[in-house]
């Protein structure tokens, strides 16, 4: 069986983490906005009315009969069915309850750039932006990496991974903030990376395993641009205080 | 067994969700942060670096040896264990999907009047408030109502429940999210209620369920007020067309 994902054909956005996790698995899969007509099959996806089990957004994966939304969702689907999260039920749990906190950490990175409406652009928030933005860079940012290093540090399973000893859903998940984050705050992240080795280690980890770095080097790789989630706007950045700015490892 | 919940001891905010699926179920638990020093017992467990699966914040239920953080994951657990989601697979997946997009709603919701941070006093964004409201009002609250509107319109097990012929968390916290919007937008709900019938009709049978109706007139439902998610500033809220404000079922 082949997997159909719907997501924006131009962007990473949500879409990627589901890309990462069908990749790691070598699933068969088509990227169908990226086809012929694929963006206005999406499109009609949405707008029918009629369909039982409607998403709201992108992304969502078809799989067989199944038609499942949600970026947390799909992952925990393809992790049951693929290997990437554990089989008990606390460990279930636990990769999910990371996602959902990478997911609150993807929300407040997209509320960065606009703070006042998804609707607008940029340009038309851009005064509220710089106050959001250097709340974030300032309390938030640090608040989620001190607890993504506290969550390896005390993993029983060791620092290598965020769950148990082996790779799950959740670790290619924070592999790719961690790549957003240094696209859009290069010079906050400085300080960041310095301070969070577990972190960053796994980045670096996840960015070198076979099927993730010839992803990342391939086409299906679409770079991060200025209309996905991470956006670098040197102005809401904030200054490295020394050193050169953290480079990704991607 | 006995629950514990823990969660500030002053809002409903986001435990509400895991205290209506306790109360629906017949669950028994305790409010640990409402009682004698327990929410100095729920900020230690969230500062003790040595534990081993941390939560990132309140909510959280310790269920026996487990300890499960993030309100959708909860509602997952709890949902399988209480008869409050379907057994299938699908109907396990598309539960949790309403429950995430109502996540994304609340999250919104949030914005409308934090819409630089958290840690700042409403009143110290004010001016962004008005502008993030405006925009909630005018395109993002009516886009998420006919959502939930059309996916009870299109429910194959009828349009009294979200998933199936079924109650199930999800038509729980839909009942909350409209309790809680009616109260923080009564000028704004009015024309939204009128619009979606179904929507309204599932907040009104809910809140008549005898436990939740049980459990909507015990000192346990903390009323809604100013430092919860759900809040009413009347400069928020967008003047109604015509009629009276819509009222709430609790």
């Given at each position: ?5 719907y ?5 990473q ?30 499109l009609?996806?949405?707008g ?19 038609l499942?939304?949600?970026t ?27 996602q959902l906190?990478?997911a609150?950490?993807?929300d407040?990175v997209?509320g ?9 652009y940029?340009?038309?928030q851009?005064?509220?932006?710089k ?5 974030f860079?300032a ?13 390896l540090a005390?993993n ?24 957003g ?6 010079n ?7 301070q ?6 796994l980045?670096?980890r ?8 010839a992803?990342?080097?391939s086409g ?5 641009n ?17 050193g ?7």
């Amino acid at each position: 069986m082949r997997y159909e994902l719907y997501y924006w054909a131009s962007i990473q956005g949500r879409g990627e983490f589901v890309r990462l996790a069908l990749e790691e698995a070598g699933a068969p899969y088509v990227d169908v906005a990226r086809t012929d007509g694929g963006e206005e099959r999406m499109l009609a996806l949405l707008g029918d009315d009629a369909l039982a089990g409607p998403p709201f957004a992108p992304p969502y994966l078809k799989a067989g009969r199944l038609l499942i939304a949600q970026t947390a969702n799909i992952l925990q689907f393809l992790g049951e069915r693929h290997g990437l999260a554990p089989k008990s039920e606390a460990g279930r749990l636990w990769t999910n309850q990371l996602q959902l906190t990478l997911a609150d950490l993807v929300d407040e990175v997209h509320g960065t750039h606009h703070p006042i409406a998804s609707i607008l652009y940029y340009e038309d928030q851009r005064r509220e932006a710089k106050r959001r933005a250097a709340d974030f860079v300032a309390t938030r940012l640090p608040k989620f990496f001190r607890y993504f290093e506290r969550v390896l540090a005390a993993n029983p399973g060791g620092p290598a991974h965020l769950v148990g000893g082996r790779l799950s859903y959740a670790d290619l998940s924070l592999f790719q903030v961690v790549a957003g984050l240094l696209y859009a705050f290069p010079n906050a992240m400085t300080r960041t990376a310095r301070q969070h080795p577990h972190v960053m280690a796994l980045h670096g980890r996840v960015a070198a395993r076979p099927r993730i770095a010839a992803y990342l080097a391939s086409g299906r790789r679409l770079p991060f641009n200025q209309q996905g989630i991470f956006r670098h706007y040197a102005e809401l950045d904030r200054q490295a205080r020394r050193g050169r700015p953290a480079t990704a490892a991607c």
